[in-house]
């Protein structure tokens, strides 16, 4: 089955640190990978994707996802956290065919503590 | 402009009403969705559209169904309201598989 995984539900990290919220995929053929940030009472917001091409992807906000095939992962990154980037955090999967639906994880909650 | 615009923002009803949600979007795509957000914030495709046509019925109580009267619109009827459709729904559109773009949300509250 299709699948994205996020095993963190909660990541605390202090500001100014670097911060990581991972993700892997299971879905056959080629993936197309997104990550969503959602504030508190708030709609999705596009963060950055990754289609083809370079397996850095930069996003808003200073976000940065890797793509990696081998480990079919697809963290998202920033070198400095902001109390500001406090929010839940998905990855989704397009898999594309006749449905072109978007599979999301379960959701990671991130915390900048000040 | 808003790209994807729902309403209403929040919805508070009675168990066995009956009440719609509206989605538009002016981006030009093809694809619209609805997603729904349970209160653990996981997000689940219910429908999708595709110039009208339905592609996506993702094992969704009958009591909701889709309308699509145009491919920039999208809109949700529920019947016979229950507790458990308390819910955010998300409206969505996209454009094959490149850029999906969400709408703000309603906040369902069947009481």
């Known amino acids: 089955a299709q699948s994205v995984a996020q095993p963190e539900d909660q990541v605390n990290v202090a500001e100014g640190n670097p911060l990581t919220v991972k993700c892997t995929y299971s879905?056959?053929?080629?993936?197309?990978l997104f990550w969503y940030v959602q504030y508190p009472n708030r709609g999705l917001q596009f963060l950055l994707k990754?289609?083809?091409?370079?397996?850095l992807v930069k996003g808003s906000y200073g976000f940065e996802a890797e793509f990696n095939k081998s480990q079919t992962s697809f963290h998202l990154k920033k070198p400095s956290a902001l109390v500001s980037d406090s929010a839940l955090y998905f990855c989704?999967?397009?898999?594309?065919?006749?449905?072109?639906?978007?599979?999301f994880g379960t959701g990671t909650l991130l915390a900048v503590q000040p | 402009d808003t790209a994807v615009s729902q309403t209403p923002k929040y919805l508070v009803t009675q168990m066995g009403n009956d009440k719609s949600i509206k989605c538009e979007q002016n981006l030009g795509h093809d694809t619209m969705y609805w997603y729904k957000q349970d209160s653990k914030k996981f997000l689940k495709i219910m429908f999708s559209y595709n110039n009208k046509e339905l592609i996506i019925n993702e094992t969704v109580p009958n009591r909701f169904s889709p309308k699509s009267p145009d491919k920039a619109h999208l809109n949700l009827h529920i019947n016979s309201l229950e507790l458990g459709d308390s819910a955010v729904y998300f409206c969505?559109?996209?454009?094959?598989?490149?850029?999906?773009?969400f709408g703000s949300g309603t906040r369902l509250t069947v009481v």
């Open positions: 879905v056959s053929g080629n993936p197309y």
């Open positions: 990754y289609i083809t091409g370079d397996n």
């Open positions: 989704a999967v397009s898999i594309g065919g006749a449905t072109n639906k978007l599979i």
């Open positions: 969505a559109s996209s454009r094959d598989r490149v850029g999906y773009t």
